[in-house]
């Protein structure tokens, strides 16, 4: 029976987010992805409900019964369960993050098994991944949407309402009813981007993670998530991305993104924007115009570049014109100290030509954080030496962060795909838990790397001694830098300029509301 879009409902959910009972993860964060999908379903007609437990659930923490040693934050299973409407048509569930997935399969069962007649589709950068993995580890569900997803949702939607099978759908998997996976054509990147939807938040959304001081950056009083292309055109090995997105990049035309931009500030009274973009800023051209319009129209907002972004754009023309225009924050992303291990990985950028861009924004009074992994896989001992090296010198010449993460084999990367090959990967609950406690669990002696040649142990200690060197040697030879920290975490105000004073004022925040 076909039926009116505005007949058809559908929820978007995400789960709770997972981390080690001693971890320091990411913070909570609005959900950028399910906004573009609400906004996309809404623009077609049909009844959409967005179900965010993490919004509903800020500071909300539990322990998994089934996953001992670690914990989420937002709401409870049953309280999720009690969110979806009973006449519901459709669920679309998001995942991003692998090293949640055994927490996230369990609620999909749940779902299932409070809603045994609806569809469910899942998609997001884990499951373009782990696509046959994860309908094969959860039959809860119905279909996989990989890579891009408001095209499809749509049809989708479109064979909801029109009573069709959910069969054929370009860019969707699923397991038939004989356990053949099936994978249907991939569906075309959308290449013109400025005829999609905005982001659709509802009310009072956005004002949750305000209210609680959480953001993807450094916190001003109202962050406004941004998004400014689609894609990355590089091809980093440790890097997923070319799986979800493939190496397409695009971007926005400008005066829709201000535009976006204009409404924003009219209806919520923003203070700052936070691109989530991966690679925000590539084209140089396009970055002067986008600043030269921000400052012609009187747009006077700090925004900031969360992510990790390259420097060829970055140059003594460009930065001068960003730090006028706003730019508040910016995180480049060298990764590695070590040119070998830099062509290994397929980084192909100049350190000095990095550097000298990361010193630049510096003097320019931009606050500067800069990412380093030591422990791929072949890495020397002599490769991470050049690598913390390198960052003990940046937190020398004065860049505000220079934290060293433990490299992560996620899934979806070539590296990944290596390690898989060479069975030095197995596929379970254990290897995924691992990959939410690598980098939180800072007092983990044995996390599992994938080095070879150095322990767990050995790597551990490395990051250890090198992140206490970059920020004690940070502060110390940069006595101002303290004023600054001791005023954001411990006054009364919204504002926190780096990621450790934004963990630092939440863990303020809670201890007042706990004590």
């Known amino acids: 029976m ?3 879009p505005d007949e058809v409902h559908v929820a978007f959910l995400r789960g709770p987010l997972v981390f080690r009972d001693r971890g320091i993860n990411n913070e909570a964060t609005p959900s950028v992805g399910l906004a573009y999908l609400l906004g996309a379903a809404r623009g077609h007609g049909y009844r959409a409900t967005l179900l965010d437990p993490i919004a509903e659930g800020l500071n909300q923490t539990w322990s998994h019964p089934d996953f001992p040693g670690f ?4 709401l409870r299973i049953p309280a999720i369960l009690d969110r979806i409407p009973a006449d519901i048509d459709l669920i679309a569930f998001s995942l991003m993050f692998s090293g949640e997935w055994p927490v996230q399969r369990h609620l999909l069962r ?5 809603f045994p007649g609806v569809p469910i589709i899942v998609g997001g950068e884990h499951i373009s991944a782990l696509t046959e993995y994860t309908l094969r580890d959860c039959p809860a569900v119905t279909l996989a949407a990989v890579g891009e997803g408001e095209e499809t949702l749509l049809e989708i939607l479109e064979r909801v309402r029109s009573g069709q099978p959910l069969e054929g759908i370009p860019g969707t998997c699923r397991v038939g009813a004989d356990g053949a996976f099936i994978a249907e054509p991939p569906r075309a990147r959308v290449r013109d981007i400025d005829r999609l ?4 938040w509802e009310e009072g959304y956005l004002e949750r993670f305000w209210s609680a001081g959480k953001s993807f950056g450094v916190q001003t009083e109202r962050d406004m998530p941004i998004v400014s292309s689609r894609g ?9 991305n070319p799986r979800m997105w493939t190496t397409r990049y695009n971007l926005r035309d400008i005066d829709d993104l201000v535009a976006e931009i204009k409404s924003y500030i009219a209806r919520y009274g923003i203070t700052s924007l936070q691109f ?3 690679t925000a800023i590539t084209k140089k051209k396009w970055t002067i115009a986008f600043c030269r319009r921000l400052l ?3 747009i006077r907002l700090r925004w900031s570049l969360p992510s990790g972004t390259r420097s060829e754009a970055l140059d003594d023309e460009t930065l001068p014109l960003m730090q006028e225009a706003g730019c508040s924050y910016l995180v480049y992303a060298p990764e590695s100290g070590s040119a070998r291990i830099l062509e290994r990985i397929k980084k192909k950028i100049s350190l000095d030509k990095l550097t000298h861009s990361i010193l630049t924004a510096r003097r320019l009074g931009i606050v500067v954080r800069a990412n380093l992994i030591i422990g791929f896989p072949g890495e020397t001992r002599a490769d991470v030496l050049r690598t913390i090296l390198y960052g003990m010198k940046l937190s020398i010449l004065g860049v505000d962060e220079v934290p060293i993460n433990l490299y992560s084999s996620y899934p979806g990367s070539e590296l990944f795909q290596e390690l898989m090959d060479a069975g030095e990967v197995t596929l379970d609950d254990a290897y995924f838990l691992s990959l939410t406690s690598l980098n939180s669990d800072f007092t983990a002696l044995n996390p599992m790397t994938k080095n070879g040649r150095m322990g767990p142990r050995e790597l551990a200690l490395y990051r250890l001694l090198a992140m206490l060197f970059n920020y004690g040697i940070g502060y110390l030879l940069h006595l101002p830098r303290i004023v600054r920290t001791v005023r954001n975490v411990f006054g009364s105000g919204t504002e926190a300029a780096t990621v450790l004073e934004h963990r630092l004022k939440d863990a303020m925040r809670r201890k007042r509301a706990d004590g």
């Open 2 to 4: 076909t039926r009116t």
């Open 71 to 74: 914990a989420c934050q937002g």
């Open 110 to 114: 749940d779902i299932r098994a409070r």
């Open 197 to 200: 939807a905005w982001p659709r």
């Open 232 to 240: 990355c055109p590089f091809q980093c090995t440790f890097c997923s």
């Open 276 to 278: 989530y973009d991966l």
């Open 296 to 298: 012609d129209e009187g």
